[in-house]
């Protein structure tokens, strides 16, 4: 593999922004988590959203502590998954948005509360309410790893991703070439 001229300086800050740069080259999905019940609700956009395991099924998210959510997970104990489909990307920026917070931020989308009370997004590709299992925290963020109470899988497949600071809609019947482009490095055969 070849060598670039990336290297690490003495200013954290650059430092930062250069690892922003690497990290934007990695392909994820994009997901909402859900936290509160009632009148106390919240979200944030995610993209590190991972599976922990199936044996038993455990899923694990990293999320900043200063988020709004991460005081309601942590309190409560309870948090819900709504991964985003190809059409959601206003979604997914209006859960980003800084101006907005609490229950602001579900105005005009469709939702209603799961088993648990956690708010589910209507139209998610998938929704998984969890009970959190542990949060191990590091720095700015919290992870939280989370036992599934129960999901719910739309017939849905297109997904929405974010790369290089884009979000990318996914159509498997059209983009299935572009799919195993952003998720899979092609390897070059020797």
């Known amino acids: 593999m070849a060598r670039t001229d990336f290297h690490l300086v003495d200013g954290a ?15 994820g999905g994009v997901s909402i988590i859900t936290a509160g019940r009632g009148a106390e609700i919240t979200g944030t956009t995610v993209t590190s959203l991972t599976s922990l395991g199936a044996t038993p099924p455990r899923l694990l998210v990293s999320i900043n502590r200063q988020a709004s959510c991460f005081a309601l997970i942590e309190r409560q104990r ?49 929704t998984i309410e969890c009970q ?3 949060i191990i925290e590091r720095h700015s ?17 297109s997904g929405l991703v974010y790369w290089n600071g884009q979000y990318i809609e996914i159509d498997p019947d059209n983009d299935l070439d572009l799919l195993a482009e952003v998720s899979i490095p092609l390897a070059h055969v020797r």
């Open 13 to 27: 800050d650059e430092i930062e922004q250069q690892f922003r740069s690497v990290m934007r080259r990695l392909a």
């Open 78 to 126: 309870l948090f819900g998954v709504n991964i985003l489909g190809s059409d959601q990307p206003e979604v997914a920026g209006r859960f980003s948005n800084g101006r907005l917070n609490g229950g602001r931020r579900f105005e005009g989308i469709a939702w209603s509360p799961g088993l648990s009370g956690v708010p589910l997004l209507s139209h998610s590709l998938a």
């Open 132 to 134: 959190v299992e542990e």
């Open 141 to 157: 963020h919290g992870i939280v790893v989370g036992s599934l109470l129960g999901f719910e899988l739309s017939p849905r497949l």
